[in-house]
C-alpha cells in the first residue's frame, strides 16, 4: 500500500505561481512512477506531469513550459512547480503513485484555484 498527502494549492492571480508537494509512505519501493493530475468542474481527470523511478518526465501539452514536475528521494516526496498560472489551470490536483505490479494509488486532492 501507497499512502499520498498534497499539499500546497490555493487561490493565485493568474500570472502566479504554486508549488504542490505530495508526500508518498508505505511501500515505496513498489513504485514505478508518479505524477500529477487535475480535474475541472464538470471535466474528466487529466493527466498533468509524471516522473518516472528512472526521473524521465512527461509533461500535457497544455502545461508543457510552464510547470515542473520533481521529486526529493530524500524526503520521499514530489513537487509540481506552477508558474504563469491561468484561469483555466483551476482544478483540483491529484497526486497519483502507480506500481511496478500497476497497481493505482491517488491522493485526496488539492484545490488550486486562479483567479483576480
Known amino acids: 500500500q501507497v499512502h499520498l498527502v498534497e499539499s500546497g494549492g490555493g487561490l493565485v492571480q493568474p500570472g502566479g505561481s504554486l508549488r504542490l508537494s505530495c508526500a508518498a509512505s508505505?511501500?515505496?519501493?513498489?513504485?514505478?512512477?508518479m505524477g500529477w493530475y487535475r480535474q475541472a468542474p464538470g471535466e474528466q481527470r487529466e493527466l498533468v506531469a509524471t516522473?518516472?523511478?528512472?526521473?524521465?518526465?512527461t509533461y500535457a501539452d497544455s502545461v508543457r513550459g510552464r510547470f515542473t514536475i520533481s521529486r526529493d528521494n530524500a524526503k520521499n516526496t514530489v513537487y509540481l512547480q506552477m508558474n504563469s498560472l491561468k484561469p483555466e489551470d483551476t482544478a483540483v490536483y491529484y497526486c497519483?503513485?502507480?506500481?511496478?505490479?500497476?497497481?493505482?494509488?491517488w491522493g485526496q486532492g488539492t484545490q488550486v484555484t486562479v483567479s483576480s
Open positions: 497519483n503513485a502507480r506500481s511496478f505490479s500497476s497497481n493505482t494509488y
Open positions: 508505505g511501500s515505496l519501493f513498489s513504485i514505478s512512477a
Open positions: 516522473i518516472t523511478r528512472g526521473g524521465s518526465t
